[in-house]
């Protein structure tokens, strides 16, 4: 290969084996040149470098032995089906050990008889009696030994039709031009003296073909120079394309909101409470925001149940009263609904035209309420995914606020702020999250936004206690409900189901409410779940806050905007299977009132581990923001935020919760090569970023 192969960066089709179909399949990973091949990197390693003795073997690892076979004999499964197997019992002096095979041919049976010697590479698991290996790599060894590997195998991220095999032959080929054809360095000599760093080719080698003596450990844990060398380029990179991003963004124009406040002033005189400081200082901010140039790009983080919705309002009114529309979207058709209900309560008062718009709206009911934004005689629009289509046309749209921003990629956002795009004019964007975003997920995740806090509840709310159960202890659960009616307070008790299908949710909370029903004849029962409409689920609700139903049973429909300070307990069914955030969020439903609040997670055994962890969390915990940490610990910040699947924070190698030490640095640097080496931008971002060029671009 020529000494600029790797520069010129072809296609895989120019490497030994690559065919287009396999070429095709490889893409589908994200592999389309051989500079991918090199940061397509692996996620663990395997040791065929050396020879284990079995009496040395730990279950759970995968290792090579050397052996004989003593006698080998077709058994069958005893469990289930009876399966035909192949079964060697082999040993090497130091133990032994059974091999089995489920798929065999009489060759390999015949192969495989006594006083063979042989070489296995396989994991090592516990058997009924001694550990065993299910389905070996194997090789008979005759007389000379055979080669070890002189360095770790690499086991890639893969995906059908692609076999480990594959990657590491292209790897390998890549590798070697990498000998003599050294990957072009972008990171300027001082960085790399300054922060005393591997060079790019040689950390990439490691990676790819570790040393057997390399400790892997520090190399998983970020802490090998190796590592940290291509975890700081990646996350400069990142960086780098986001000030990009936030940089085209502020040099749009933007509509000034310089009304005179007078629907935001009769808006807080019909508000039962006043605003918390933190309320007051954010849209204090909001409303700065909009009176200078630029676009407004905020997020804005709150506690479930610290008041995020009144602060939307208030940007929505000042849009309004400006003379342009506001746009709310919700994750989801029930939020949307609780949003509607609340914003005609605050809005109609002062005659602003609002509607509802989400994917049950009928086509001929929705073709009037698109007419209505289309000619801008509906003011403010609060609606669902439904928004994204693309008939969805606005008048004038000054204002858009997204609840939950975790639950959208940053693709829809800008999706949906294209929609006020009017001759290089963008709309305000606002976006609101109950998930505490930490500082370094905020650089990197976001950016392209500002970021306000509301860190202070509104005034009385109480920690809620919270105890696990096991449902085996239902019938004491019931007694507990029982006793709290019976002081006067009122009870949630929601039910889940790991399906997704909201039918199975409400059959379960319909023969709930049957049981309870039979069991506390006593007391008041009533049940809301997702699929009744509008006004019945309001009508119930209603109820329930006026305290005519002792005991609410619900679906995960009461997860927001319920506000009933009487509520003093919350039981959980099978808060195994629901998510910290979802956990959090229902649970903030008690402790609103003076009385103290309950929580009980009631679980099915056997429990998984992580579900362990994740009740106990729960039980340890009451603030959000700990939980959500504790949450970002156990599952990574891309399940956490939602953006795994939009691939908005997939990393190659770098983990923006362990390697956040190096963001200082990170961020000193992008700025020095964005000054002074802005020629090499493009080239970092290609190598990193590759084909996804959504990076520092909009619309
Ligand atoms: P979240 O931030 O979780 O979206 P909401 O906006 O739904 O919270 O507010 C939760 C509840 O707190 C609502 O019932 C709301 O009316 C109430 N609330 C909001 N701000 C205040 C305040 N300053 N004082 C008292 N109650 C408030
Ligand atoms: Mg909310």
Same mark, same amino acid.
């Given at each position: ?37 090199? /940061? ?50 082999? #040993?090497?002096?130091?133990? #032994? ?24 590479? =396989? ?55 990498l000998d003599d054809d050294k990957l072009k360095e972008l990171l300027p000599d001082k960085i790399i003296k300054k922060y005393n760093m591997p060079l790019l080719s040689d950390a990439i080698k490691t ?36 000030? +990009? ?17 007078? /629907?935001?002033?009769? /808006? ?78 605050? /809005? ?5 035209? !609002? ?16 007419? =209505? ?42 999706? !949906? ?68 009616? =019976? ?13 997704? #299908? ?27 779940? =997702? ?62 009132g003076s009385s103290e609040s309950h929580c009980l997670l009631m679980y099915k055994s056997p429990l998984s581990e992580n579900a362990k962890q994740r009740l106990s969390i729960m039980r340890e915990f ?18 956490? +935020? ?21 963001l200082n640095d990170v961020k000193e640097t992008a700025v020095d090569i964005l000054n002074n080496y802005s020629d090499r931008v493009p080239l970092l971002i290609n190598r990193w970023l590759g084909r ?8």
């Open positions: 290969m020529t000494s600029a192969f790797l520069e010129n960066n072809p296609s895989v089709l120019s490497l030994k084996g690559v065919g287009p179909r396999i070429a095709e399949k490889l893409s589908g990973i994200g592999i389309d040149t051989v500079q991918d091949v090199l /940061f397509h990197f692996p996620y663990r390693y395997e040791d065929r470098t050396r020879v284990l003795a079995i009496g040395a073997l730990r279950p759970g690892s995968a290792a090579i032995i050397e052996c004989v076979i003593d006698y080998s004999q077709i058994a069958f499964s005893k469990k289930g089906k009876r399966r035909r197997m192949l079964v060697c019992h082999v #040993s090497d002096g130091t133990g #032994s050990l059974l091999l089995r095979f489920f798929y065999f041919n009489k060759q390999q049976e015949s192969r495989l008889a006594k006083g063979v010697r042989i070489r296995c590479f =396989g994991e090592v698991r516990y058997g009924a009696s001694s550990y065993e290996m299910v389905h070996p790599e194997i090789k008979v060894i005759n007389g000379n030994d055979c080669e070890l590997e002189k360095s770790l195998t690499p086991v890639y991220p893969s995906s059908e039709g692609i076999n480990q095999g594959l990657l590491r032959t292209i790897s390998e080929q890549v590798l070697q031009s990676m790819h073909r570790p040393e057997p003596g390399i400790d892997l450990e520090r190399l998983f844990e970020g802490q090998h120079p190796v590592k940290q060398r291509l975890a700081f380029e990646e996350l400069l990179v990142q960086h780098i394309s986001l000030l +990009l991003m936030r940089k085209d963004i502020n040099q749009c124009k933007s509509l000034l909101l310089n009304s005179d406040d007078r /629907f935001i002033n009769d /808006f807080y005189k019909q508000l039962p409470y006043s605003l918390t400081n933190a309320q007051n200082r954010v849209i204090e901010e909001i409303l700065e925001d909009v009176l200078s140039p630029g676009a407004m790009m905020r997020l804005i983080q709150g506690d479930v149940g610290s008041g995020k919705t009144v602060v939307a309002a208030v940007a929505c009114l000042k849009a309004i009263e400006s003379g342009y529309q506001s746009v709310l979207m919700a994750p989801t058709e029930i939020l949307a609904e609780q949003h509607y209900h609340s914003f005609s309560e605050w /809005f109609e008062p002062l005659g602003i035209q !609002l509607i509802l718009l989400t994917g049950k709206a009928k086509a001929k009911e929705r073709k009037i309420k698109i007419e =209505g934004i289309r000619s801008g005689k509906v003011n403010m629009v609060i609606g669902t995914h439904a928004l994204f289509q693309s008939d969805v046309i606005f008048n004038k749209l000054a204002m858009i606020i997204i609840d939950e921003q975790h639950r959208f990629g940053v693709h829809q956002r800008l999706s !949906l702020r294209n929609k006020g795009y009017d001759k290089g004019v963008y709309p305000h964007q606002l976006i609101m999250t109950a998930t505490p975003i930490p500082r370094s997920l905020a650089m990197t995740a976001y950016a392209d936004l500002d970021y306000s806090v509301i860190d202070e509840l509104p005034p009385g709310r109480k920690k809620v206690k919270t105890s696990v159960m096991s449902a085996s202890k239902r019938a004491e659960i019931i007694e507990r409900v029982k006793q709290s009616s =019976g002081h006067g307070s009122q009870v949630y008790w929601v039910c889940t189901l790991i399906e997704e #299908s909201e039918t199975l949710q409400c059959q379960a909370a319909e023969d709930t409410l049957i049981e309870l029903q039979n069991a506390l004849p006593e007391l008041r029962i009533d049940l809301v779940h =997702g699929r009744l409409n509008l006004s019945d689920k309001q009508s119930v609700m209603d109820k329930f806050k006026n305290g005519e139903i002792d005991l609410l049973v619900a679906t995960t429909v009461i997860e927001v905007g319920v506000d009933v300070p009487n509520a003093t307990l919350m039981v959980i069914e099978n808060a195994e299977r629901l998510g910290l955030a979802q956990l959090h969020q229902l649970r903030g439903r008690v402790g609103r009451s603030s959000g923001f700990d939980v959500a940490m504790k949450d970002l610990e156990l599952r990574g910040p891309g399940e956490v +935020l939602g953006t795994r699947q939009t691939g908005d924070m997939e990393f190659r190698v770098a983990d923006i919760i362990r390697d956040e030490y190096l996804s060029d959504r990076y520092g671009q909009i619309g």
